[in-house]
């Protein structure tokens, strides 16, 4: 089954829960418009080498399409609609304003130098504009993108047509229009997630701790984990007793330092050698621990029918994109695991986004308490939107969740017809 088809079965399986129309599935399933580009890129040799990307925009019932633009060799037309669907869903469920969009380059960024990547970035963007624009699509990075290529994008943009225009993209350098506040925005909606599942659980009366007394177990310790880490830690007052990257994983029964950690990643760039902890663990024994809450915030795929019935935690915050694969999120749901869905709990970074587009049109621009505090209400709105839909249907918070966005985009379109 290829990764569109996939999405789309996701999408059914929600669509029959709320009984939605052949029509209307129809309308919500198929991408909007799919651009294929093939375009010609000057090499520092002088030669001339052709690339080919593509952009998606899925739906655009709610406002304009947002999404990443990834570079990396594997890039097929498939996989972007694949991720322009899933941002459909994922803007609608936080309640912003925006369709779905995607796009990626076909290209290993690692063997260009940094001039082939502007000029491929650049000539790139050129010919997507046709469909790009501050009212209509706004991409940002993704796998293989950063702020130095959206500055170009927007550049590139604002050359061809003229005049400046910040609100084309987002994830932009501070400097040109970027937005305080993004870089924490995943792990900082990661935190308002834990929070709240824990209260949620707490009044339903399936779980009997306060926060404090939370024991929590981090896979990853990138941007999104370490910051997720320190503000669980810093602001809930949890006990983050393991956390892990790449070099393995460091336990602490009574809790690491995170704040500590974070600052030995930022001089040393992982934590490879960190010593504060009480015991080196493996990976996998941090994903087994005896924890309350468990939040995979690397890779996906981690938790699957080989593990999941040795994971024991109770809740899992899905930090990372698909870190539980169906088979394993069958295993987990039997065990009564309650999984916070990926598209909700790291839902923070496209808001922040939202934010930064806002402020790039105005061009006002706030301060970092204005942006927490508009997080936290949205972050905290969708969640609680989502348990009320879970309640209604009496299914998974995966399924609330889809059931919660495509409801929004179903009665979007029913408002605005089809036209003619
Ligand atoms: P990152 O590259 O900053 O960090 C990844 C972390 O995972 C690092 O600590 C790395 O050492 C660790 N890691 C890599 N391989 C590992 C392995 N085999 N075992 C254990 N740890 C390993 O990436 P990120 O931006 O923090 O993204 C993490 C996940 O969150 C990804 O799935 C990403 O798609 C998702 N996500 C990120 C954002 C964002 O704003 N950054 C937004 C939404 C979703």
Redo the contacts with the bound molecule.
Sequence with gaps: MSLFENAVKQFTKAADVMNLDSSMREVLSMPKRELTVNFPVRMDDGSARVFTGHRVQHNIALGPAKGGIRYHQNVTLDEVKALAFWMTWKAAVVGIPYGGGKGGVQVDPTLLSKTEVERLSRRFFSEIQVIIGENKDIPAPD?NTNGQIMAWYMDTYSMNVGHSVLGVVTGKPLEIGGSVG?TE???RGVRICAEEVVKYLNEKGTFNKEMRDVTVAI????????YAATLINDELNAKVIAV??????YYSEKGLNTDEMMKY?EENG??EGYTGADKKIT?EE?LEMDVDMLIP????N?ITAENADKVRAKIVVE?????IDPDGEDILTEKGCIIVP?FVA?????TVSYFEWVQSLQWFFWELEDVRNALHRIMKKAFCGVVKTGEKYDVDMRTAAYVNAIEKVAQATRLRGIYP
């Excluded at 915030?297 to 996906?300: I, K, N, T």
């Excluded at 930090?319 to 870190?323: H, K, L, R, V």
């Excluded at 790291?346 to 496209?350: F, L, Q, R």
């Design positions: 796998v993004r925005a995943t792990g896979q990853g310790f990138g941007n999104v984990g370490s892990s990257d790449i070099s393995g994983g990643l992982s934590l990976n941090l915030a690397a890779l996906e981690v930090a990372a994109n698909g870190p990926d790291n839902a923070g970074g496209v």
